[in-house]
């Protein structure tokens, strides 16, 4: 079902808008190229600018905000913005990872192996406040202090991540290229595959309220799991036009693509 009435928000740049989060009804943030990080207080009828910088020519890619009004920002080249409960500003710095001697990553099916500085695809936070971040080549990061230092996580897959998702304190869901998912129950350390019967690229991702795990990703594919993401069974939307995002709106799911904005129609338990 497509949503028919828009009315265009007061934005002060012309440049892709890539990620959006809320603190609360009125006060958000949404993030785009150009390194743009807009802000909202009254629930995105207007927007302010926090931090520009074109001559930068790279993106903010994701974004994600806390109850408590910390916010980070990921994008381009492992940068990272940060604002924590109580600052006036977003700090921008290099997202730079220790390594554990535990920490392997797989052979590789490019000239990545080496990236210095991996684009960073998407972030999240658990209930307990650890975030994390999947990035390019298979890069995967985690803090334990808000996003002031960062641990490299051993990697599953060579290829590159683009959608990243918590459960409860210690479970995390990563899914990108060629369709590939993997599932850690402990922070990140270790992963298990997950099958998910696409090779379509997966890049949004999203908890209902009735806990169901959805995944979407190009050719219009949606994956929907009932237990947690230890299993998914896989839909389509009619048309096949790539998904974006998924996120959970006032009256259900909504999906984000070529296609627009639509309502996602799920079956209790289907």
Known sequence: ??????????????VLLTGACFVDDRTGYVVGHDETILATGDGGATWRI????????????HIVCSADGSVVAVGAYSTLALRHSGDRA?????????????????????DDADLEQ???????????????????AGHLYRSEDGGEHWVALPSPYAGSFFTVLTGGESTVLVAGLRGHVYRSTDKGQHWTAIASATDALLDGAAVLSDGRVVLVGMAGVVLVSEDGGLTFRRLRMADRKGLAAVAVGPKGPVVVGENGVRRLVLEAGK
């Open 1 to 14: 079902m497509l949503f028919r009435s828009w009315a265009q928000a007061a934005v002060p740049v012309d």
């Open 118 to 136: 991996p684009h960073l695809n998407a972030v999240a936070r658990s209930d307990a406040g650890t975030l994390y971040v999947a990035g390019e």
């Open 50 to 61: 926090e931090h520009f910088a074109p001559e930068s020519a790279q993106p903010f890619l």
């Open 90 to 110: 977003f700090r921008l710095q290099e997202l730079k990872a220790a390594t554990p001697a535990t920490t392997r990553r797989p052979a590789r099916m490019d």
